[in-house]
């Protein structure tokens, strides 16, 4: 679902109760693989040798195909990627996570569960350059 409309006419408080109202819980699931799929059709062209692409997500696909092929055109393209993960690194791997199917295509993953941790990561940005 496109939610872009919804917070570009509303306010924030206003679009979020529209979303939550047209989309009920439960009746989508992350797939991952399929946004990779709409990433590289739509905007593949704004990634080049300056760009880092930034991954906010658990990296899990309730099951779905990850996209590898995707994902490796996305890191052959950019000056980088580095992905935001949420979940502790021991569950990685867990269920229905493709973690470990991502992060060697990563050149860096960090989780990022709280502000503290974003701070970090933010940080890491700007002092881990190539």
């Not at 973690?99 to 960090?110: F, S």
Request: charged share 30%; net charge negative.
């Amino acid at each position: 679902y496109d939610i872009s409309n919804d917070f570009n006419e509303a306010r924030p408080d206003l679009a979020i109760e529209a979303v939550q109202e047209r989309i009920r819980p439960g009746h989508y699931n992350t797939d991952l693989g399929n946004s990779l799929a709409t990433f590289a059709r739509d905007h593949m062209g704004t990634v080049d040798h300056r760009t880092t692409v930034i991954i906010l997500g658990d990296g899990r696909n309730n099951y779905n195909d990850p996209n590898l092929r995707d994902f490796e055109d996305i890191k052959r393209r950019a000056r980088r990627v580095v992905w935001f993960n949420p979940e502790h690194p021991r569950q990685w791997g867990s269920g229905d996570s493709d973690m470990p199917k991502y992060l060697p295509l990563c050149d860096a993953v960090h989780r990022v569960s709280n502000l503290r941790e974003l701070v970090a990561a933010v940080d890491s940005l700007f002092t881990a350059r190539r």
